[in-house]
């Protein structure tokens, strides 16, 4: 079992990895999203911009500190969008690949199809929000190239171990 741990603020990277984080995650809510679509209508389910990173600058600097602990980063773009979204989305996604992280947390269909028709190369994590319920969606995910899937709150263990054990 590894300890996936939120950041917002890059000072946080040093202590929650002293406290015993394996993997950060984090949002950014830049500015050209908060100005056409608000905090509401966040990029990735954190709708707080407290619980945000506030720029692609920031998630560099998070990448930098934690890679230097050898402790990896993933980037959550795990909301659902709308057709007129995805240019900002694409922007957003290109910037946040170029600060170095390590994986994606992915809800939305299109924006998975879209990394893979780009033949992008990150690991791809589903979402709580990309609604796992069964064996056949993880096999599905598997299938479009997750290598992780984040299952509901909800289940119980013996709900996970058969879900886990009918998905191999």
């Known amino acids: 079992m590894k300890i996936l741990a939120p950041v917002n603020k890059p000072r946080e990277v040093e202590p ?4 015993g984080a394996q993997e950060l995650y ?10 056409r679509y608000t905090n509401v209508a966040s990029s990735n389910r954190r709708e707080w911009r407290a619980s945000n990173l506030n ?3 920031e998630l560099k600097e998070v990448v930098t500190l934690a890679h230097s602990q050898d402790t ?3 980037l959550a773009l795990n909301a659902f969008y709308t057709k007129p979204q995805y240019p900002v ?3 957003q996604l290109e910037e946040g690949l170029k600060t170095g992280v390590d994986a994606l947390i992915v809800a939305d269909l299109g924006l998975i ?9 990150i690991p791809l994590h589903i979402s709580t929000g990309g609604t796992a319920f069964n064996s056949r969606t993880i096999k599905f995910y598997q299938e479009l190239g997750a290598s992780r899937i984040i299952l509901p709150r909800h289940f119980s263990v013996p709900e996970i171990v ?3 054990q009918k998905a191999k």
């Open 113 to 121: 199809l879209y990394i893979k028709e780009r033949g992008i190369k």
């Open 162 to 164: 058969e879900i886990v």
């Open 16 to 19: 929650l990895i002293a406290a």
């Open 89 to 91: 989305l694409e922007r």
């Open 72 to 74: 990896p980063v993933i």
């Open 26 to 35: 984090c949002g950014v809510l830049s500015s050209s999203w908060k100005k």
């Open 55 to 57: 720029n692609y600058r």
